[in-house]
């Protein structure tokens, strides 16, 4: 864990902020590494179609470019109203940082507790989905990998997952690190490095 890199002072959703990310696997795609493909390194269609990206990134010096609607931009202005709701709720004080970085790895945290012993999720979700989790139902198999990959990369004991919508009551799930998940993580993850860095060579030597 000695080469994590945290850049506290990056804002999230801006240009430096993105440039940061570019060329790394990122905690949003987490769900791709555990997707099962009939390669010997495990890496699934969506995983290889992700390199595919990260190379572009990489080739270009360019970050993809990201996806924004109306409940991105919700979300994005509710996660101050959830993350103060939180520390109201459970005492914890968060810090706010704006980006992580582990070797070819990136992670883009909604909080760290306790120096990073525990980390937070904020989820503003609409009614008919927040309900779903809020009376009980499973976090989405994507919201489970991206807080495992949180946890992974910080080292953390626990993410609090937090799941709001306007109007309705706020719901804190804790999770615990899935060491299975984890390990899995740390081979998928070198295993699409190779891939990744394969053809970026590949190309700069058809150059």
């Not at 626990?158 to 390990?183: K, N, W, Y």
Request: charged fraction near 25%; hydrophobic fraction near 40%; glycine fraction near 12%.
């Amino acid at each position: 864990m000695s080469d994590r890199e945290i850049f506290s002072e990056l804002e999230q959703g801006s240009a430096e902020w993105l440039a940061a990310r570019a060329g790394l696997i990122t905690a949003s795609n987490a769900g791709l590494l555990l997707v099962n493909g009939k390669r010997p390194d495990g890496l699934g269609a969506g995983a290889l179609t992700y390199g595919y990206e990260i190379a572009g990134e990489i080739l270009t010096g360019r970050p993809a470019p990201s996806f924004s609607n109306e409940h991105t931009e919700r979300g994005y202005a509710r996660e101050v109203d959830l993350r103060n709701e939180y520390e109201l709720l459970t005492g914890n004080e968060v810090e706010q940082v704006g980006f992580v970085r582990r070797g070819r790895a990136g992670y883009s945290p909604d909080g760290l507790v306790d120096g990073g012993r525990r980390v937070i999720e904020i989820k503003d979700r609409l009614p008919k989905i927040a309900l779903q989790v809020m009376t009980g139902g499973d976090l989405s198999k994507d919201e489970v990998a991206q807080a495992q990959f949180g946890m992974w990369m910080m080292g953390a004991e626990s993410c609090d997952f937090i799941v709001g919508s306007q109007g309705l009551p706020t719901m804190i799930r804790t999770l615990e690190p899935d060491t299975e998940m984890h390990a899995l993580f740390e081979k998928r993850v070198a295993a699409l490095v190779e891939f990744i860095d394969g053809i970026v060579s590949k190309v700069k030597e058809a150059a």
